[in-house]
T-cell receptor
Framework: DQQVKQNSPSLSVQEGRISILNCDYT??????FLWYKKYPAEGPTFLISISSIKDKNEDGRFTVFLNKSAKHLSLHIVPSQPGDSAVYFC???????????FGKGTSLLVTP | DVKVTQSSRYLVKRTGEKVFLECVQD?????MFWYRQDPGLGLRLIYFSYDVKMKEKGDIPEGYSVSREKKERFSLILESASTNQTSMYLCASRTGNRYQPQHFGDGTRLSIL
């Protein structure tokens, strides 16, 4: 059963605008959340993470928001650039666990 | 920078063969992981190891085994390859701190004919 869900398989955004990628989860025992970016023929690259004790974390153009009551997190990319075009995976870790549970990914296309 | 190296980028094998996928990390990480990535299914955990000689099953361990004899190396073994094991295989490593990100290799695209 998929515990981490990315319900939008794809997203298209114009260069310079904001990209918002969404992720929902079902298990309230997740306590650490991450976003990875993946280009074709490469491994996933870590982007940004957030602990469950926070509701926001920023790193340059990337901000992750966590809404624990809604079991929802989002990744904001501002401004979006063509080089951001990739597949983005949301992942979550159980408080007692070692491994990550991944969503199925959202393919972001940033057009000039 | 963390370097996770997978021995092959592309591999073609035949059904019934025993297949070894190798992964080496250079950061003295305690934890190592094997995932497979399939279209529309995301990344699914096959096995992980939290220390040398220690291993735990992930979500889809059937048909696979692993070996971790040295800290830097984690091997995935397909005991008798089948066509449904055609996939992209990704290795990752992480420190023993579970609140640190995993770092991935570039993957092995395995085709079983």
């Amino acid at each position: 059963d998929q515990q981490v869900k990315q319900n939008s398989p794809s997203l298209s955004v114009q260069e310079g605008r904001i990209s918002i990628l969404n992720c929902d989860y079902t298990n309230s025992m997740f306590d650490y959340f991450l976003w990875y970016k993946k280009y074709p023929a490469e491994g996933p690259t870590f982007l940004i993470s957030i602990s469950s004790i926070k509701d926001k974390n920023e790193d340059g153009r990337f901000t992750v928001f966590l809404n624990k009551s809604a079991k929802h997190l989002s990744l904001h990319i501002v401004p979006s650039q063509p080089g951001d075009s990739a597949v983005y995976f949301c992942a979550a870790k159980l408080d007692s666990g070692y491994a990550l549970n991944f969503g199925k990914g959202t393919s972001l296309l940033v057009t000039p | 920078d963390v370097k996770v190296t997978q021995s092959s980028r592309y591999l073609v094998k035949r059904t019934g063969e025993k297949v070894f996928l190798e992964c080496v990390q250079d950061m003295d990480h305690e934890n190592m992981f094997w995932y497979r990535q399939d279209p529309g299914l995301g990344l699914r955990l096959i096995y992980f190891s939290y220390d040398v000689k220690m291993k735990e099953k992930g979500d889809i361990p059937e048909g696979y085994s692993v070996s971790r004899e040295k800290k830097e190396r984690f091997s995935l073994i397909l005991e008798s390859a089948s066509t449904n094991q055609t996939s992209m295989y990704l290795c990752a490593s992480r420190t023993g701190n579970r609140y640190q990100p995993q770092h991935f290799g570039d993957g092995t695209r395995l085709s079983i004919l």
